[in-house]
């Protein structure tokens, strides 16, 4: 009897330190509502670790009064203090459509048999102001809304105007270098270079020509393509004719009409006749028709070379004899 009254003891003991170690806390946001707004209760239970504890507001929709109602319940909020005990932190939104004086609490907190109790809370609710007409006003006339012309243009054009802007500048962008520059074969980011004069460019090209001796190497062929290649872009910069891209005798047709190069518009016939039959019909011409060709394209280009104009003598001077 002795050892089991120790035990009991010792039981009740253990069971009223872990009755005091359980504190529950409680505080409005506000004490002042307007009617139909919430407000938040900081509930703050400080217990054991290993003890379940049931918080009234759990079970309940409302406070003591059916007048302040639970609206929301957050999650809790766990910090371990040390000791074997952890602190609780739980808000609950309160929300009240009466105004009046409401007692809000205690709320209630159960550890096995023992209920511990939080302190009550006064919350007052303030009704809400209601204009209350006094005299019958005018229903407003129809009003006509202005014309304004996005209301017309579709969302995903007014909505995303700044990326319509920008698509039509890049495109705007992409043709202007397409026809200015890249068809041309003009870098504008490579800077170009001077160009020599036709007279000067042929030439260089035509001696160029001959130190590759092609013909002398059974290359005939490719001799004379270079050779009237030179004499078409020379033809196209100098007179400003398409020769490029002209046939043979649509060249000699062309500069027949002009007076610079009538008197040797036979000797550029004769070199095309020869590059045509050898181009175009594998003829092997002779090695003199070889030099010929080379001897005519040079004196076509020399004597079709821009004749420079003696400069202007200057006003009031006058001739000395």
């Given at each position: 009897?002795?050892?089991?009254?120790?035990?009991?003891?010792?039981?009740m003991?253990?069971?009223?330190?872990q009755?005091?170690?359980v504190?529950?806390?409680?505080?409005?946001?506000?004490?002042?509502?307007?009617?139909?707004?919430?407000?938040?209760?900081?509930?703050?239970?400080?217990?054991?670790?290993?003890?379940?504890?049931?918080?009234?507001?759990?079970?309940?929709?409302?406070?003591?009064t059916?007048?302040?109602?639970?609206?929301?319940?957050?999650?809790?909020?766990?910090?371990?203090l040390?000791?074997?005990?952890?602190?609780?932190?739980?808000?609950?939104?309160?929300?009240?459509?009466?105004?009046?004086?409401?007692?809000?609490?205690?709320?209630?907190?159960?550890?096995?048999?023992?209920?511990?109790?939080?302190?009550?809370?006064?919350?007052?609710?303030?009704?809400?102001r209601?204009?209350?007409?006094?005299?019958?006003?005018?229903?407003?006339?129809?009003?006509?809304?202005?014309?304004?012309?996005?209301?017309?243009?579709?969302d995903?054009?007014?909505?995303?105007?700044?990326?319509?802007?920008?698509?039509?500048?890049?495109?705007?962008?992409?043709?202007y270098?397409?026809?200015?520059?890249?068809?041309?074969?003009?870098?504008?980011?490579?800077?170009?270079?001077?160009?020599?004069?036709?007279?000067?460019?042929?030439?260089?090209?035509?001696?160029?020509?001959?130190?590759?001796?092609?013909?002398?190497?059974?290359?005939?062929?490719?001799?004379?393509?270079?050779l009237?290649?030179?004499?078409?872009?020379?033809?196209?910069?100098?007179f400003?004719?398409?020769?490029?891209?002209?046939?043979s005798?649509?060249?000699?047709?062309?500069?027949?009409?002009?007076?610079?190069?009538?008197?040797?518009?036979?000797?550029?016939?004769?070199?095309?006749?020869?590059?045509?039959?050898?181009?175009?019909?594998?003829?092997r011409?002779?090695?003199?028709?070889?030099?010929?060709?080379?001897?005519?394209?040079?004196?076509?280009?020399?004597?079709?070379?821009?004749?420079?104009?003696?400069?202007?003598?200057?006003?009031?001077?006058?001739?000395?004899?």
């Amino acid at each position: 009897m002795k050892r089991l009254s120790i035990i009991l003891l010792a039981i009740m003991a253990a069971h009223i330190v872990q009755a005091a170690q359980v504190t529950i806390t409680a505080r409005l946001d506000s004490a002042v509502l307007l009617m139909g707004k919430t407000t938040a209760l900081h509930l703050e239970i400080v217990q054991p670790q290993d003890v379940n504890a049931i918080v009234s507001i759990d079970r309940a929709d409302t406070l003591n009064t059916a007048m302040v109602e639970i609206a929301e319940r957050c999650k809790a909020d766990t910090t371990r203090l040390g000791n074997n005990r952890i602190q609780i932190n739980r808000d609950v939104i309160l929300q009240s459509f009466d105004s009046g004086l409401y007692v809000v609490g205690p709320v209630a907190c159960v550890v096995g048999r023992d209920t511990f109790l939080s302190k009550q809370l006064t919350l007052k609710v303030l009704p809400v102001r209601v204009d209350s007409l006094q005299d019958i006003h005018d229903i407003k006339p129809v009003e006509e809304v202005p014309f304004k012309f996005f209301d017309w243009v579709p969302d995903l054009i007014a909505d995303y105007w700044w990326a319509w802007l920008l698509a039509l500048l890049l495109i705007g962008g992409g043709l202007y270098y397409y026809f200015h520059w890249y068809k041309k074969g003009i870098n504008p980011l490579k800077p170009e270079r001077k160009r020599l004069p036709p007279y000067d460019e042929a030439m260089i090209n035509l001696r160029a020509l001959k130190q590759q001796q092609l013909w002398q190497n059974g290359q005939e062929k490719e001799y004379f393509t270079g050779l009237t290649d030179i004499l078409r872009v020379y033809i196209d910069r100098r007179f400003q004719v398409n020769a490029v891209e002209m046939t043979s005798t649509q060249i000699i047709d062309t500069l027949k009409q002009n007076e610079e190069t009538h008197a040797v518009n036979e000797q550029l016939s004769m070199i095309l006749e020869v590059a045509d039959f050898v181009k175009f019909a594998g003829a092997r011409p002779l090695a003199d028709d070889n030099e010929k060709a080379y001897e005519r394209a040079v004196q076509f280009v020399e004597t079709t070379k821009p004749v420079e104009q003696p400069a202007a003598e200057a006003p009031g001077k006058e001739v000395q004899s």
